[in-house]
């Protein structure tokens, strides 16, 4: 059974850290490349950080130079290491292949607001 659970989302302060994690299963993991995808209330699903296989990043100009992202091929999870957070970044935080393929998981909330 194909099956995508984010976690680590939370409330933060603006200029805060979160680190978000995504686990895989029921896929050939190691052989896709992965994204993270966020959406904002009343609007749509953007892309924001995707990482291929042999593990070469892409990042939205938005979080450029704050977010990372990462995989662990071994344990089929990816990560997203979010530092230097803005209110703008509020959203549900979800994982999927880099063209989504996969049913959508129930994403993670990230809150940042004083």
């Known amino acids: 059974q194909v099956q995508l659970v984010e976690s680590g989302g939370g409330l933060v302060q603006p200029g805060g850290s979160l680190r978000l994690s995504c686990a895989a299963s029921?896929?050939?993991?190691?052989?896709?490349?992965m994204g993270w995808y966020r959406q904002a209330a009343g609007n749509q699903r953007d892309l924001v950080a995707a990482?291929?296989?042999?593990?070469?990043?892409t990042y939205s100009d938005s979080v450029k130079g704050r977010f990372t992202i990462s995989r662990d091929n071994a344990k089929n999870t990816v990560s997203l290491q979010m530092n230097s957070l803005k209110p703008e970044d509020t959203a549900v935080y979800y994982c999927?292949?880099?063209?989504?393929?996969?049913?959508w998981g129930q994403g993670t909330q990230v809150t940042v607001s004083s």
């Open positions: 999927n292949t880099f063209n989504p393929s996969l049913p």
């Open positions: 029921g896929i050939g993991f190691s052989i896709v490349k």
């Open positions: 990482i291929t296989r042999g593990g070469i990043t």
